[in-house]
């Protein structure tokens, strides 16, 4: 009995979240969201942290209190976006330069989802509302994706840009090259990064760093939407969040040159969790990195 009630909240939650495109969401919710699968744990660098390998800081997970749930109706249907306000100094320059801003933090960031059975997924009333969140964050990263396809979007084109991304912004970190980097991440990570490059520059006189090709995984664990203009629901960004699987070379060397830490000799596999943003609605807006997720 306690199955049946909690099958009609299923369907009710569907109708709720009924979209023009439901079938085709649904499908891509399978290759982009993550609500349901978990992700394993692998070598990480700085384990415990996000920072990259030559720095010694903590993860640079962008939260921000500017985030607040927004209802966006489209056909009497609530969508599943979020609206925040624009940086002041965004709204002060007007709409052009709003798109070229970034929000400044990660929408809910990605977490890994504790495995459950399937007796108490389908069997118990936590299970049965673990099942509709689980709805609800397919949804999420579902629609964000087809709004993004409408813009243009293939998943293999962006996966190319995405690891050239990657491998740009690791080698401009070991070379402290900050005016590049400044072009490749957004204002508030530059301001991150540019103090992690400070602080390993303090320890470590130069540092070396490679990526052995080609990547061993990358794959979609999260897409958001975050909407700037109250009044105009297509001024949105979008943030999607990537693993990269991939085999790295390392080593740091202090002012006589010696190794101190590290071995370019060896490969490691690491497992980095970025987030990716670009405007939706500036017909120049790029790709740029906004935070680092540690899991």
Not at 14 to 28: F, K, P, V
Not at 47 to 69: C, D, N
Request: hydrophobic share 40%.
């Amino acid at each position: 009995m306690m199955a049946f009630r909690s099958l009609h909240q299923i369907r009710a939650l569907h109708r709720t979240a009924q979209i023009s495109e439901s079938s085709h969401l649904l499908g891509s919710s399978r290759s982009y969201a993550s609500g349901i699968s978990t992700v394993p744990e692998l070598y990480c660098r700085n384990k415990g942290h996000g920072a990259l390998p030559w720095t010694f800081g903590s993860s640079i997970t962008l939260r921000s209190a500017m985030a607040v749930e927004l209802p966006i109706f489209l056909n009497d249907t609530r969508l599943l976006s979020t609206q925040v306000k624009a940086p002041a100094q965004a709204r002060q320059m007007g709409a052009l330069k709003v798109a070229m801003l970034s929000p400044g933090f990660i929408y809910e960031p990605y977490t890994t989802r504790e495995k459950i059975s399937f007796l108490k997924r389908w069997f118990t009333r936590s299970g049965w509302r673990r099942t509709k969140e689980d709805i609800v964050l397919e949804l999420k990263s579902a629609y964000a994706i087809t709004k993004l396809r409408k813009k243009g979007y293939s998943k293999n084109l962006f996966y190319k840009e995405a690891i050239q991304l990657y491998k740009e912004i690791n080698t401009l970190m070991a070379n402290g090259d900050k005016n590049s980097l400044r072009k490749a991440v957004t204002e508030k990570m530059f301001s991150e990064l540019k103090n992690e490059i400070k602080q390993r520059d303090s320890i470590w006189n130069k540092v070396y760093w490679e990526m052995v090709e080609p990547v061993v995984k990358i794959r979609t664990l999260r897409a958001r939407l975050i909407g700037v203009d109250r009044n105009d629901l297509e001024k949105v960004f979008i943030q999607l969040t990537l693993e990269f699987l991939t085999k790295q070379k390392f080593e740091a060397y202090d002012s006589n040159g010696s190794i101190v830490s590290g071995d370019k000799s060896k490969e490691v596999l690491v497992r980095d969790i970025w987030v990716f943003e670009k405007s939706l609605f500036h017909d120049k807006a790029f790709w740029r990195l906004c935070g680092r997720i540690s899991l």
